[in-house]
């Protein structure tokens, strides 16, 4: 299946999120990065990650010489079920697990810079196929993946979320782009501290996030005195899949849900890691945390949680009727049962996840309100009454009608429609409507227009985003990431593209070339990456002075402090040069 034909399959509103690979934009230099990436990571979590990593590398299309192109993972992922698509850096955190509930694979497009190349703050093709895919072959694994992805989806965030999010965005990209100076990091990093600051109360979403980070991207397996990695942030990372085996500097913690208590920090390397005892212990943890979530237990605490929250959220009925909208206000009795709940602005009534013809956020653009709960002298919840049944309460159309709630509330209004759906009823409207609370007071006036009640006895369940996320859509798509400023100069990338030519042997180097190769090194004092690339080459004779030329300036740079790290790792695979 083509990236079009996946992305004609998907979900309108997730189209938008979904980019192009344009695979001939990787410059030759992008490809040297990725594969001294990969050489090295394979070598070194060779013993270090879960026994699954090597072979999942080959499942899922992922070759180390060269970047993967997103058709080759997918011809490879088809045939453990699942599909990936290419976006732009950051997405919001409830379209990723949207896709992931979807078993698609989100890669992003970037390549990490050179200068980036033991971590990168942004999400790189690297992290996200070379580190989140090969686990995908472990059908424990996949389903807790996808689990999580369904879980997700359902988490409630907040504002002040959707500003970390934003934050993290920006700093990733500012970061990341060779024109940021030393004050446009010294910023987004300050941005970041602010916003994370004034979020003071976790959500279901970053607590959800933090299972998540200490799992997904972090996690380790096994005991805690003997364990491999398997979270993509470690694969993905030469300095923190090295960093992570001291357990000096780190600290080990058996993973409980208790690990939505310990916030991380992306800027800096973590101070403890949590291991899982195994994938399907992973599925249990994340089945405990969703046991507490709003969308599994519903009734008023859920309902105050969104309204905290301050964001769109989706509040359903047993009945199935489901009212999208930000929650601002909540009622309940002396037990703490619902018995009244309003939105204000944009509201989408839904049932089964497909918006209620006229109910869209045009009709209920300021907002909706409605009783919740049985009504007096009723032995079953109003939705489940037959039209007769109905009847027989002197509820019918074009009447005047009278509901008595158990809660003391009461609407009397001329009854203008009921809406019934699956042999049940959703919505009763009513012109000329007065409701009124125990107490007496006016909640709803007849100059207010038209009352669309929606019928049911409690809220089962409540969750973050839309019903209908089609109709209702609250992200739009993200602009894209500017694109490095200054980028490689041709002669360069030219030089880079002919030594990996005759590396491969599809090309022979000849005078030219190896005067290029040697005016290169002479041109390029400090591109130690080049240099590593042409040790590649086979030792011949024409070509020993160069090589010589090339291992000597590389120990020379591995004398750099900046360097010493990367370098250290090259000449410890690299071969000797007579």
């Avoid at 993972?73 to 732009?88: C, T």
């Avoid at 078993?103 to 990168?120: E, F, N």
């Avoid at 007849?446 to 019903?467: K, N």
Wanted: with cysteine.
């Amino acid at each position: 299946m083509t990236q079009a034909e996946i992305k004609a399959s998907l979900p309108a509103h997730l189209r938008p999120f979904i980019k192009d690979q344009h695979y001939d934009r990787y410059t030759p230099r992008d490809q040297a990065v990725w594969r001294f990436i990969m050489q090295h990571l394979a070598r070194q979590l060779a013993t270090t990650a879960h026994p699954v990593y090597l072979e999942g590398l080959q499942r899922t299309g992922i070759a180390l010489d060269h970047i993967p192109s997103i058709d080759e993972m997918n011809e490879a992922l088809a045939k453990l079920g699942w599909r990936a698509v290419v976006v732009d850096g950051f997405i919001p955190p409830a379209i990723f697990m949207e896709f992931q509930a979807l078993k698609v694979l989100v890669i992003a497009l970037d390549m990490r810079t050179v200068d980036h190349i033991l971590y990168t703050p942004a999400p790189d093709i690297v992290h996200e196929s070379a580190g989140h895919a090969p686990f995908i072959v472990d059908v424990d694994y996949a389903e807790f993946l996808q689990l999580f992805g369904e879980i997700g989806m359902k988490a409630i965030a907040s504002d002040a979320d959707m500003a970390v999010y934003e934050a993290i965005r920006t700093l990733s990209i500012v970061k990341e782009s060779p024109a940021s100076t030393v004050e446009d990091v010294a910023e987004a990093e300050s941005n970041l501290r602010r916003v994370t600051a004034a979020n003071t109360t976790p959500s279901e979403a970053a607590l959800l996030a933090r299972l998540h980070w200490w799992t997904v991207e972090y996690g380790l397996v096994g005991e805690l005195d003997d364990y491999r990695i398997f979270g993509a942030g470690l694969l993905s990372s030469l300095g923190e899949s090295i960093r992570c085996l001291d357990d000096d500097r780190v600290r080990k913690v058996p993973l409980t849900v208790d690990a939505v208590h310990v916030p991380y920090d992306i800027t800096r390397q973590q101070p403890q890691l949590f291991v899982t005892r195994s994938c399907k212990h992973l599925s249990q943890v994340l089945q405990e945390f969703a046991a507490s979530m709003a969308f599994r237990k519903g009734g008023a605490e859920s309902l105050m949680k969104a309204c905290e929250a301050g964001s769109v959220c989706t509040a359903q009925y047993d009945s199935g009727v489901q009212v999208s909208g930000r929650i601002v206000d909540v009622a309940t009795d002396a037990v703490g049962n619902v018995t009244w709940f309003r939105t204000a602005g944009p509201t989408q009534l839904a049932f089964r996840d497909k918006e209620i013809y006229g109910h869209g956020t045009q009709t209920h653009a300021e907002g909706f309100s409605a009783p919740v709960g049985m009504l007096k002298d009723f032995s079953r919840c109003l939705s489940e009454y037959t039209v007769d049944e109905l009847r027989a309460h002197n509820i019918e159309l074009e009447t005047r009608v009278r509901l008595e709630f158990l809660s003391g509330i009461t609407v009397v209004g001329r009854l203008s429609a009921i809406h019934r759906q699956d042999h049940r009823n959703l919505l009763l409207a009513f012109d000329d409507c007065t409701v009124t609370n125990l107490a007496g007071e006016l909640i709803y006036r007849p100059e207010w227009g038209r009352f669309d009640m929606a019928v049911g006895a409690r809220i089962a369940s409540v969750y973050g985003g839309t019903a209908d996320r089609e109709a209702y859509q609250l992200y739009g798509s993200l602009p894209e990431t500017s694109p490095p400023a200054g980028q490689p100069e041709g002669s360069l990338m030219n030089l880079y593209q002919l030594v990996d030519r005759v590396a491969r042997g599809e090309a022979s180097l000849g005078a030219p070339g190896l005067e290029q190769i040697q005016r290169g090194l002479a041109d390029y004092p400090r591109e130690w990456l080049l240099r590593v690339e042409i040790q590649r080459l086979a030792a011949t004779e024409e070509l020993a002075p160069v090589l010589r030329l090339a291992a000597q300036e590389l120990a020379e740079l591995a004398l750099d402090p900046e360097l010493a790290p990367l370098l250290t790792l090259a000449l410890e695979v690299l071969p000797e040069v007579a």
